[in-house]
């Protein structure tokens, strides 16, 4: 199996932490060179002096320009390390120590490209150093307290990087890991969506296709009723096909942001009580009642409303028993529509996921709904679009209760409708 090519880590997974090790790394490195100076003399204050002025105010710069490359930092560390080298004519101690350190940080820290520049960079200085260095103060480096706190500096700095680098390192691959489940999860998100469309598409097509070519083939053999029947049964599932198209189309829209909402002031009552109408015809196997009074303004897209009050009806019709009740109340500054049924409601632990995309309460083998799981998560987008919110909870003594609000119009906009 072909594995795609790993990216570099992110400055925003490596970069904090680079700029904290450098911290701490350039506060010891002063420490320890103050600490020397008491050997050498006032050479090396002021060479702790220009560590924490050059090496602080770098890390200040890149703390104020999150994303800069860490090249430029291991330079002037290199560097400083350079004109050390000069100020004692290669002094050997320093040369061993603070090799390590800065391979370490080149590798780490860099890609390979750029890491080799460092190491050019660096032997561009010794080299330097080893045939120009004028040497001031290379009588210090006989000293055996000073190449011992130089070679322990430089160890206990190498172990700090290397112990930061790699908390870094296994940050990246925990965030990796995550991202490859969540492409996972996509992928098979995705596959479930295809084969539930796929389904739910053909069922209706089967439909409209069948009993449009039973009439087409002899319609002058059927009764006037059969006729019906079959004319119905087609106006139907191309309804629910309609409704299902829709949900499909208006997803990525959502998603993106770029579903456009055009509201209006009007009365819901009217409005419902059509869409109840529609989808609860009386003699059905299942009885709607609608309890909003009219005369309530509300400002909202009357589309969108309409969009939200069939998913709901609609999960209430398959799902809810034969009792549906639709009723609005004034709540504060919002209009409250709720849809309730006698139905077996909606488990504890699904509350929430039901408003997930292409989620359903039975799933897999054992799913018998239709639908492809995008009625409730499209209707809470759309509500929340229009100022508002959908919620769920348990009717009373057992059955669904969904309700959404919306917001009532204001003087302002009571006045504009009626100018």
């Not at 008491?38 to 710069?61: D, K, R």
């Not at 120590?97 to 820290?109: E, I």
């Not at 993106?256 to 509201?263: M, S, Y």
């Not at 028993?321 to 488990?347: M, R, S, W």
């Amino acid at each position: 199996m072909e594995h795609a090519p790993q990216a570099p880590p992110a400055y925003d997974d490596i970069g904090p932490a680079f700029d904290r090790t450098r911290t701490v790394n350039l506060l010891l490195a002063a420490v320890a060179i103050f600490a020397i100076g008491f050997e050498v003399g006032w050479e090396a204050f002021a060479l702790a002096f220009v560590t924490l002025i050059v090496g602080g105010g770098s890390n200040e710069y890149r703390r104020r320009r999150p994303g800069r490359s860490t090249l430029v930092a291991v330079a002037i560390d290199v560097s400083m390390i350079g004109a050390v080298l000069f100020m004692t004519g290669t002094w050997p101690t320093l040369l061993l120590a603070a090799t390590p350190y800065m391979l370490v940080m080149a590798f780490l820290l860099l890609p390979p490209g750029k890491a080799l520049i460092i190491v050019v960079y660096m032997g561009t200085l010794v080299t330097g150093a080893h045939y120009f260095a004028p040497g001031w103060i290379s009588e210090a480096t006989n000293s055996l307290y000073v190449n011992v706190v130089t070679a322990v500096l430089f160890l206990v700095l190498t172990v700090i990087a290397v112990a930061s680098a790699s908390g870094s390192l296994h940050k990246i691959r925990g965030v990796e890991r995550r991202m490859l489940d969540s492409a996972r999860q996509a992928n098979l998100a995705k596959d479930q969506f295809v084969s539930m469309v796929s389904h739910e598409l053909r069922t209706p097509l089967t439909s409209i296709s069948g009993f449009a070519e039973t009439l087409r083939a002899g319609w002058e053999e059927f009764e006037e009723q059969e006729i019906h029947e079959f004319l119905e049964i087609i106006t139907t599932q191309a309804d629910h096909l309609h409704e299902l198209v829709e949900d499909i189309l208006i997803l990525p829209r959502l998603e993106a942001g770029k579903l456009t909402i055009h509201p209006e002031v009007f009365d819901p009552a009217p409005l419902t009580h059509r869409i109840v109408s529609l989808l609860f015809p009386i003699g059905g196997p299942a009885e709607a009642r609608v309890a909003i009074a009219g005369g309530t303004q509300i400002f909202a897209d009357p589309r969108r409303v309409e969009q939200v009050l069939r998913n709901l009806l609609g999960n209430a019709r398959k799902y809810g028993g034969d009792e549906v009740l639709v009723d609005g109340q004034e709540h504060e500054d919002a209009f409250v529509i709720t849809v309730t049924d006698n139905g077996q409601g909606v488990p504890a632990e699904d509350h929430e996921r039901i408003f997930d995309h292409f989620e359903q309460v039975s799933k897999g083998d054992d799913r018998t709904d239709t639908g492809v799981g995008l009625g409730l998560p499209i209707a809470r987008r759309l509500v929340r679009a229009m100022g508002g919110d959908l919620t769920y909870s348990d009717a009373f003594p057992h059955g669904a209760r969904f309700s959404f609000t919306l917001p009532l119009a204001d003087v302002t906009q009571l006045t504009q409708r009626s100018a």
